[in-house]
């Protein structure tokens, strides 16, 4: 069983279409998936959340969400605020361990850091408990090379391997910032980019994600796509 831990660099950069255009390639190459939601916030308990929105995308892939909480707050701030339970990284990875699949992808909320718990366990921590790789969902414009390379340099004091950086939500019209984006996201993290998917997929049917997967995702994660054609 292959696992990758999805983080950004930040919220709404793309995470879940990202997790959902994976999906769809192992889908279509014959694997079973299972998608992981640690924590979702922000919803209700008869709302639809990211796992839903993978299914969508992807198809019917083999969803497990931990816990969610109603307010569109940093995990650790909606459980003190709710009065709830919070989610534990060594419940995520208990929770990982007795799935059946051939890739697991568990996506985190918003970006490495954010906090689960009171003590302070993050999507980094259940990276270390999986020994899994990360793989980093970047916004396209300004001010993404600094998060993007904290967030690399945070893992590699933990010593948990960047797998790779994909843009998650890549403009039809981009700007010198977004087209420079490219050429620096390897250079300030150190890993290389495995991907550049469109802006507006969240919209898409399956087979226009499934196309747009295989046209935007690396052969890493099971595309066809190739750096030299991002710039």
Known sequence: MRTLIVTGTGTDVGKTVVVAAIAALARAAG???????PAQTGVGPADDGDLAEVVRLAGPVDTVELARYPEPLAPATAVRRAGATPVMAAQVVDAVGELDADLVI???????????N??????????????APVLLVASAGLGVLNTAALTAEALARRGIPLAGVVVGAYPADPDLAERTNLEDLPR???????????????????????????CGIGPVLGGGWSPSGAS
């Open 188 to 214: 300030v993290t150190g890993a290389p980019l495995l991907g550049v998917l469109p802006a507006g997929l969240g919209g898409a049917d399956r087979d226009a994600l499934l196309a747009a997967a295989r």
């Open 31 to 37: 694997e079973r998936v299972t998608v992981v939601k």
């Open 106 to 116: 568990v996506e985190g909320a918003g970006g490495l850091l954010v906090r689960f």
């Open 118 to 131: 009171d003590l302070n366990e993050t999507l980094a921590d259940v990276a270390a408990g999986l020994d």
